[in-house]
């Protein structure tokens, strides 16, 4: 049996901008097995952020297939995409994403409550979450109290909440100096070394890339 | 869900709350309009109910209305029609009570102009006893056969006039004092307005001695209580006009209705503003939270959740604005019915807040909030994951 978490081929997108047409992502293919640490590099507009989406399943291909855990994702319907989603995803944002009305551990809880999980299992895991990210004392802080760094960490701590199959992160470190983008990177580290979670990353800084296992580069809707 | 969207709705609390004081007011308005329409009614069945003539016997220059137009007009008939009434052909009445009636300035009254004015109306001893059996005394009792210069009042007068048994009614018959007999308990209703006199003390005291501007008429068969007043009619068709209790009453609960009619297109309108002030609210708040809610679907929540969400916002924020609304109804009824008894005089209209009608208000809440969240939920529930990612 495949250990494949992802499996793409001939991956496209293609879409029309002002009459001209756009190859976001141009016949990609792409297998990324179970523990894989993937970075993804390459200029703006290179199609990096499409080929997330499209891999996280908030987007749809205009060719191609792909497939997860050897399901193909074109035959579900949208509730079997948002569970799919919900269940085996973790998205991580450049911006975080946090709900700002909730707190750290109630920002970790909310994708755990959306899928059901008990209240009490709830609060066990997104503490145990929280502490392992590093924010035992930031509990019950909201999004503007915390640094950026602090609520990467949280947004981390969110995408696993649901422990899910992959991590899919859109340049999480974007918005960071460079010390926190050294402590946001080697904590993806821990993710994938501790948790043997596979991660897509995408990033422009070459010192986050390093830390992946393998680093894909892309221009013009292709990798190269 | 429930406590997500109190959260949301505490992100902007200015708004929240202009938002709920908006959609308040929209329904203490009708609530309040509500109250004082059903209060009319009330009032008006009550009485109407504990009425026990089956006819009124009306002059035909008032078009064979009742007060006030009746008494606009002046309009009287002879007090010896009423032997020609208990002897008409088809012998079906029983009695006939005539009356004199006229509304009649007291002076201003201490507190409230509520008890400026008396209906008077001049009756013979059995009026009372014969068709207003529910009517008791507070106080003394009531005039009798061959009594002079007596009077029974209503509670409303008796209370704004301070007026006690024994005391001399403001309104003096040349010659002769009017004593105060009996205070009548309060109705609640029309009858706390009236004052019962002789019908020859007022006919006297204006001047309108054998002439009367109604009679009561009672019959022996219900049945056909219509055949009557038509023979009644028939017998000085130029003057006078029978007309079926019912039939009158009909007439005045039309115009209830149409009252009705028009508080209810009033709140109507202020209840079409509630609905555009809460979705334009609505829709700027889920504008504001598109990156949010994007976010919300990538991790996979479903858009009829998103969707019951926003509904339940929006109906929260209405809930709440309908409890307000309820009790500044029955407020706004209130100062409505004081007013109205302040400076119109009128004593008998009392607002009625029923469970009915704060139902109604709490429902119309629970519409307004369903209704103006169904758009802005809908179309925050259909947006494209990516483009709201982007969102800025």
Request: aromatic letters at 6%.
């Amino acid at each position: 049996m495949s250990d494949a978490i992802v499996e793409v081929t001939h991956l496209s997108k293609v879409y029309m901008m002002g009459g001209e047409e756009i190859r976001a992502v141009d016949n990609i293919d792409l297998v990324i097995t179970k523990g894989d640490f993937v970075s993804v590099m390459g200029p703006s507009g290179s199609g990096k952020t499409t080929l997330l989406n499209l891999i996280g399943c908030i987007d749809h291909p205009t060719g191609g297939a792909i497939r997860f855990e050897g399901q193909d994702v074109s035959e579900l319907k949208e509730t079997k995409l948002d569970r799919l989603r919900m269940s085996k995803i973790g998205f991580v944002f450049q911006g975080f994403n946090l709900m700002p009305i909730l707190t750290a551990l109630e920002n970790v809880m909310f994708p755990m409550e959306m899928a059901g999980v008990p209240k009490k299992e709830q609060i066990k895991r997104a503490t145990e979450l929280l502490e392992w990210v590093g924010l035992p004392k930031r509990l019950h802080h909201k999004p503007r109290e915390l640094s950026a760094g602090e609520n990467q960490r949280v947004g981390i701590a969110r995408a696993l909440a649901n422990n899910p199959a992959i991590l899919l992160a859109d340049e999480p470190t974007g918005n960071l100096d460079s010390k926190t983008t050294k402590e946001v990177g080697l904590l993806f580290r821990r993710v994938n070394s501790e948790y043997g979670m596979s991660i897509m990353l995408i990033t422009h800084n070459e010192a986050v890339a390093e830390v992946a296992s393998r680093s894909l580069k892309m221009r013009d809707g292709r990798i190269i | 869900m429930i406590k997500l969207a109190l959260r949301n709705l505490t992100r902007r609390r200015t708004r929240t709350l202009l938002t709920i004081l908006g959609v308040a007011v929209a329904i203490t308005f009708t609530v309040g309009l509500l109250s004082i329409t059903e209060g009319f009614m009330n009032s008006f069945n009550q009485t109407t109910r504990e009425r026990k003539e089956d006819i009124y016997v009306l002059p035909r220059q008032a078009g064979g209305s009742t007060s006030p137009l009746l008494e606009s007009t002046g309009a009287v008939f002879l007090q010896a029609y009423v032997n020609d009434i208990l002897n008409i052909d088809i012998d079906n009445v029983k009695a006939v009570y005539p009356i004199y009636t006229r509304t009649i300035y007291l002076g201003d009254a201490p507190d409230s102009m509520m008890g400026n004015f008396v209906v008077l109306n001049g009756v013979t001893p059995q009026f009372l006893p014969d068709l207003r059996p529910s009517l008791e005394l507070e106080d003394g009792e009531l005039f009798k056969e061959g009594d002079e210069g007596t009077i029974v009042v209503g509670a409303a007068v008796a209370k704004a006039q301070e007026l006690e048994v024994g005391d001399t009614f403001p309104l003096g018959v040349e010659g002769r004092e009017i004593k105060i007999v009996g205070i009548l308990k309060s109705t609640g209703g029309f009858e706390d307005m009236i004052a019962y006199a002789p019908l020859q003390d007022v006919q006297l005291a204006l001047n309108e001695l054998g002439r009367i501007t109604s009679a009561a008429v009672t019959v022996k068969d219900r049945n056909k209580t219509e055949e009557t007043a038509d023979a009644i009619t028939a017998l000085h068709s130029e003057d006078i006009v029978g007309r079926t209790t019912e039939e009158l009453a009909g007439v005045v609960r039309n115009l209830l209705s149409m009252a009705r009619a028009i508080h209810l297109s009033v709140a109507s309108i202020a209840l079409l503003i509630g609905v555009l002030f809460i979705l334009s609210t609505m829709l700027m708040a889920v504008s504001e939270r598109t990156k949010e809610i994007g976010t919300m679907r990538a991790m996979g929540v479903r858009r009829v959740t998103i969707f019951r969400l926003i509904i339940t916002e929006s109906l929260i924020t209405c809930l709440i604005a309908g409890g307000l609304g309820c009790l500044g109804g029955v407020g706004l009824s209130k100062v409505i019915t004081w007013a109205i008894h302040r400076f119109a005089g009128v004593a008998f209209l009392q607002a009625v807040v029923s469970p009915g009608i704060f139902g109604a208000g709490l429902l119309i809440a629970v519409l307004i909030g369903v209704l103006a969240g169904l758009y802005p939920a809908w179309r925050i529930s259909k947006i494209n994951i990516v483009e709201a990612l982007r969102y800025e």
